[in-house]
């Protein structure tokens, strides 16, 4: 009897050690991403926000259908005049979707993937980081549950393509998401390409935003999954009447012709109030901040494009976001390039002598 005790015994604390060691085992073979809260672990993408800081959108470009339609073709000058400025990234808007297959497995085009390779190379060498932003892929907005199974596919292949990339490779699931495409559902379809991207890179930064354009009034409806490695962004055209006087694309613009900005106590502390509702979320839940597009359209008179455009520039690194200007070369931009100089009263108000 005492030796059937001594056995039992023995077994109950070979099983005990058993369990205990396969417990640990399995908890250390969850993925770190997984394991912890973005409160505790939140300090990496913050520190990889910051070199986000003074970043300036590449806009125009690889989100026409086709680069070149809309004017504007990367230059690897430009590149090297943005480096030279004192820019820390660029943010690359792409069509993905112009350059995919329509069927299964909606194969990326190689030669598109080449050009991509070529810009990012490009910025990579000149010291700068580069954001890989998924643009206009309208049908996803207009028809979300059709199209998710592309979208997810075309991240697989961008994510299986750069996943030897340096860290200095962001990547951002996707710009402005609006209409159909509703809170509900883009929190579901941002968390499964985040499960996408995580198989081939799993320490990579990401950036997501909010639905209705990446407005800051929808950041209270964002659920980002928790992955320790996301960056949230908006983008901030307020007031719209001012930033986009006359702009041809957006209908009834030209009423608000004349339109100007001071910088009166009151026109910068709505400014303000936006921004700290914005600063309020990011506390509230630990995830750094990226402001990736705040412009003024060129119809506006220039002295008030300069004093608005220093306004949100100072006012969102008062609130620890990094930044990116809405753009380079374009009806926005901060780059002349008919005639290959800055427009220098605008980047000083970027970037300060």
Request: with cysteine.
């Amino acid at each position: 009897m005492k030796s059937k005790q001594i056995t039992r015994v023995f077994i109950l604390l070979c099983l005990t050690s058993l369990l205990t060691t396969n417990c640990k085992k399995k908890a250390s073979d969850t993925p770190e991403i997984l394991k912890k809260e973005p409160a505790s672990s939140s300090v990496f993408a913050s520190g990889m926000n910051q070199r986000l800081a003074r970043t300036v959108n590449l806009g125009n470009a690889l989100e026409a259908p086709h680069e070149g339609d809309w004017g504007m073709v990367i230059r690897k000058a430009y590149i090297d005049s943005i480096a030279g400025a004192g820019f820390t990234a660029v943010r690359i808007p792409i069509k993905w979707s112009a350059h995919a297959g329509s069927h299964k497995p909606y194969p990326v085009d190689p030669a598109f993937f080449n050009r991509i390779d070529e810009v990012t190379e490009w910025c990579l060498g000149a010291g700068l980081n580069a954001i890989i932003d998924f643009h206009h892929y309208d049908e996803l907005t207009s028809d979300p549950e059709r199209h998710k199974e592309r979208f997810l596919a075309i991240w697989q292949q961008i994510s299986a393509h750069y996943k030897n990339a340096p860290d200095s490779i962001f990547f951002e699931l996707l710009n402005e998401p609006h209409d159909a495409l509703t809170s509900a559902l883009w929190n579901r379809y941002l968390a499964e390409a985040v499960a996408v991207i995580r198989r081939d890179n799993p320490q990579r930064i990401l950036i997501a935003g909010p639905v209705h354009w990446n407005g800051l009034e929808s950041l209270v409806n964002l659920v980002l999954p928790p992955d320790t490695m996301l960056i949230a962004t908006f983008h901030y055209y307020h007031p719209f009447h001012f930033t986009h006087q006359g702009a041809g694309w957006v209908e009834g613009s030209d009423a608000w012709l004349g339109t100007t900005w001071t910088g009166t106590p009151e026109e910068k502390q709505a400014v303000e109030d936006d921004f700290s509702t914005v600063a309020d979320w990011s506390r509230t839940y630990k995830r750094p901040v990226f402001l990736g597009e705040f412009g003024a359209y060129e119809k506006a008179d220039s002295a008030s494009r300069v004093t608005w455009t220093r306004s949100i520039r100072e006012t969102a690194e008062k609130n620890n976001f990094s930044w990116a200007y809405w753009e380079f070369g374009a009806g926005f931009g901060i780059y002349d390039r008919e005639q290959n100089r800055w427009r220098e009263r605008l980047l000083h108000a970027l970037i300060p002598r």
